[in-house]
């Protein structure tokens, strides 16, 4: 579940519309551990597929996004990836399961 303290974020208030929705969308898309598939096209295909954006929109949000520091590309065995950086504070996980 996403936290509602979310929309007090400074950070995701420096966003335009686009880029906050995408953000909130990418949350619950994410693993255990904060990590979405790092590409604008997986990104689209994954988080946004139902709306008319562009790739060249994705990837200008997903700049943003790391301009202002909700987002930093990691790289794991050779695949990229997406940290989202305040997970923690903004998504819920069950305490009785270990992170997948």
Do not use: C
Request: charged share 30%.
């Amino acid at each position: 579940m996403i936290d509602k303290k979310i929309s007090l974020s400074d950070k995701v208030s420096e966003l335009d519309e686009k880029g906050m929705l995408l953000y909130t969308w990418m949350i619950p898309h994410a693993d255990d551990f904060g990590l979405v598939q790092g590409s604008p096209k997986t990104i689209k295909a994954m988080v946004v597929p139902m709306l008319p954006w562009t790739l060249e929109d994705v990837g200008f949000q997903l700049e943003s996004m790391t301009e202002v520091g909700l987002i930093q590309m990691v790289k794991i065995k050779d695949k990229t990836y997406f940290k989202i950086t305040d997970f923690e504070k903004n998504q819920t996980l069950k305490q009785d399961r270990q992170p997948q």
